[in-house]
């Protein structure tokens, strides 16, 4: 599967994005997606995940109560929602996805990349 992230840019603190993974290529239903992020200098870290029936949902406590991931399995599409940004939200997210039935957190459980959008927060 094809991963193609797209939606990011420039945000001043407390605004919103939205952030879209589309897939092209095998049944996007089959696939579990998570979205990591990569800040300058850090590792690239689990940011959120999706299930392929939506029914599991997972969060970094990062995150929780402002990010929101949700699936539209017939136009192959991931969706992150990012509301109340922070400075500290800056990075590059990338969408990724994984055949595995439970989502999981960690970026070696999956196989297929997006190459990544940038997202930056201003103060």
């Known amino acids: 599967v094809q991963l193609q992230a797209s939606g990011g840019g420039l945000v001043q603190a407390g605004g919103s994005l939205r952030l879209s993974c589309a897939a092209s290529?095998?049944?996007?239903?089959?696939?579990?997606v998570g979205w990591f992020r990569q800040a300058p200098g850090k590792e690239r870290e689990f940011v959120l995940a999706?299930?392929?029936?939506?029914?599991?949902?997972h969060y970094a406590d990062s995150v929780k109560g402002r990010f929101t991931i949700s699936r539209d399995n017939d136009k192959n599409t991931v969706y992150l929602q990012m509301n109340s940004l922070k400075p500290e939200d800056t990075a590059v997210y990338y969408c990724?996805?994984?055949?595995?039935?439970?989502?999981?957190?960690?970026?070696?459980?999956?196989?297929?990349w997006g190459q990544g959008t940038q997202v930056t927060v201003s103060s």
């Open positions: 990724a996805a994984d055949s595995r039935l439970i989502p999981g957190r960690k970026k070696g459980e999956y196989d297929y």
């Open positions: 290529g095998r049944t996007f239903s089959s696939y579990a």
């Open positions: 999706i299930s392929k029936s939506s029914g599991i949902v």
